[in-house]
């Protein structure tokens, strides 16, 4: 086996090695409340000196979004808040007034993803919980930020797509007396592409996290973002790309030698891992397997897409019949291989990220997993069409070392040549048969149908990138943080003006949380609510109506928490004001069970 045999499995090897050993963030998902101190919704009869959160897992704090307001409106935290551990502690001010106080929070998961919510707790006697907006403690993410960060994300796939395709194609399958300057030029936009993606991912992060507008970023934010695993996986990409860029043109122009080469695998293996070291991978509960399975994932994505769109748009055009039926079949081969990797790797993050059919079904996670499968199957299907036309009419021959970008490629004089016999003639042997040989049986119907089918293939493949960049902004199903958390009370109620979405968690004797959904009467749009209004009551024992704090955290969804004791059916009455003069209240009865 020659020297050149050997430089791609070791840089393969080299670059899993470099990947594996990169810090990985801990293994969690969404971080997510747990217990709070004081209790929500009680009545105290003393202030405490802090208040106390206890989350899933450990968490980064966003300067300035975590604060006590109190019932005048004013901030009644004091000093800097603490994390210790999984606890987040903000301390408070002595002598504070009585009523209730809004306790809100916006933090940072283990995958770099903001997480934010609130709760109330009382003084002496309960008050109107102060207003988010008012007391500037909003914890909602802006939707402009959140919508560029998907479209920032898809330009990344597109440029890693355009990049990795490309140069492999150039490496081991242009004919070489075809030009590479187009296709070189491909992969260069590529290149730059993936750069301009990487540093919007890396300003978007900072109004994303901080909870900001698209233009409101400071500096100090900006150094929090940078110090973060998220950060550094991007800088590391970003200069994976340059150096990428540099290496492509002496294997545009056919002189990239062994080194060139084993570098560039090299490269492409360690940038391929900043996306799951950033993402929700590398917080799953076995990040080894996820990482190195989204890593599979993204390559055998970019060798798949990337061929197809130098087959349509260089190959099936400017090939002659000899050269393709030496290039469409290991091609083919190719795809199969990747799309068996895809399947393999999806799987295998599937059942991380979801675990549960319920999960599958139940959040926008699952829901978008589904569509991305249904897509991939019409994919693979017209792939299948394409491996027929290549199997019937593109029959592999013996073809001289016309095929390659020149320091790599396919039938290289070295690769054919039988023991004992020079390379040069071997390839004055190929030659001479080559005359010999019948014409191709590909004609140019043939050449047409595939090129349809890759056309097709690279439409849908479009459609899914753009959903996979929805999907690296959604919460995975495993975090159970989805459009309607899973719960053991889940309902659905309706009046002329919306449909309300109630699901209470863990519907047991003690603390519970409430997630309120209102939408458009057509139950598809969400519907903006100016004001929530909840009450417990439990008159089999009778309890009166209890006040439930609420806190919005979106124009259509609010939460609040509430100690329900004892076990019985709870009536809740859920009112919810659309504008200054037209509201809807509805009663739901909620069994309660003992824990």
Do not use: C
């Amino acid at each position: 086996m020659t020297r050149r045999r050997w430089s791609i499995p070791l840089a393969m090897i080299l670059g899993a090695l470099a990947i594996l050993v990169l810090p990985a963030a801990p293994a969690s998902a969404h971080a997510t409340l747990e217990q709070t101190a004081p209790v929500a919704g009680t009545v105290l009869d003393q202030l405490p000196g802090e208040v106390t959160l206890t989350f899933s897992e450990q968490v980064r704090m966003v300067a300035d979004k975590i604060r006590v307001t109190g019932p005048d409106g004013n901030r009644a935290d004091s000093g800097k808040p603490t994390v210790r551990d999984t606890e987040l502690v903000i301390p408070l001010k002595p002598g504070g007034p009585k009523g209730t106080y809004l306790v809100s929070y916006r933090i940072i998961s283990a995958d770099s993803h903001p997480v934010s919510g609130g709760y109330s707790f009382s003084y002496g006697q309960p008050s109107a919980v102060p207003n988010a907006d008012d007391a500037g403690s909003s914890v909602q993410t802006n939707t402009v930020v959140k919508d560029a960060m998907s479209v920032a994300r898809f330009l990344g796939f597109a440029g890693l797509v355009l990049l990795i395709g490309p140069a492999l194609v150039l490496f081991a399958l242009w004919p070489r007396r075809l030009s590479a300057r187009d296709p070189g030029r491909l992969a260069q936009a590529g290149a730059g592409l993936l750069a301009v993606s990487t540093l919007l991912e890396l300003y978007l992060q900072i109004p994303y996290t901080a909870g900001t507008t698209l233009f409101d970023v400071s500096g100090d934010a900006a150094r929090e973002v940078m110090g973060t695993p998220f950060g550094a996986a991007h800088l590391v990409r970003l200069g994976v790309v340059i150096a990428a860029a540099l290496l492509l043109r002496p294997l545009v122009a056919g002189r990239a030698s062994k080194i060139d080469q084993t570098l560039l695998v090299i490269l492409g293996i360690v940038g391929l891992g900043t996306w799951p070291i950033s993402g929700h991978p590398s917080a799953s509960p076995v990040p080894t397997l996820t990482v190195v399975a989204d890593v599979a994932h993204l390559a055998a994505m970019s060798i798949w897409l990337g061929g197809l769109v130098m087959l349509f748009g260089f190959l099936l055009r400017r090939a002659n019949a000899r050269e393709l039926t030496a290039i469409v079949p290991v091609w083919s081969g190719w795809a199969l291989f990747a799309i068996t990797v895809l399947v393999l790797a999806g799987t295998a993050q599937a059942l991380v990220e979801i675990g549960t059919i319920d999960a599958l079904t139940g959040t926008t996670y699952g829901q978008l997993v589904i569509a991305k499968v249904l897509l991939l199957a019409v994919v693979v299907a017209v792939a299948a069409y394409s491996r027929r036309i290549t199997s019937r009419r593109f029959t592999p021959v013996q073809v001289p070392a016309a095929v390659g970008a020149g320091s790599g490629g396919y039938l290289e004089p070295d690769d054919t040549a039988e023991d004992g016999e020079a390379p040069e003639e071997e390839a004055d042997r190929d030659e001479d048969e080559a005359v010999e040989e019948p014409p191709p049986v590909a004609s140019d119907g043939d050449r047409k149908r595939l090129r349809t089918a890759v056309m097709i293939e690279v439409a849908i493949a479009v459609v899914v990138l753009a959903l996979t960049s929805v999907l690296v902004q959604t919460s995975p199903a495993r975090g159970g943080q989805s459009d309607t958390p899973p719960g053991p009370f889940d309902t659905t109620v309706s009046s002329d003006l919306l449909k309300l979405q109630i699901d209470i968690s863990p519907g047991q004797v003690g603390l519970n949380a409430i997630h309120l959904y209102a939408l458009k009467p057509d139950g598809v749009q969400p519907q903006t609510v100016v004001e929530w209004k909840v009450t417990a009551a439990l008159p089999s024992k009778g309890i009166e109506p209890i006040t439930v704090p609420t806190l919005a955290i979106g124009d259509d969804h609010a939460v609040g928490q509430v100690t329900l004791n004892p076990a019985g059916t709870w009536e809740f009455k859920f009112t919810a004001r659309v504008d200054d003069l037209n509201q809807s209240t509805f009663t739901v009865q909620v069994p309660v069970k003992s824990p």
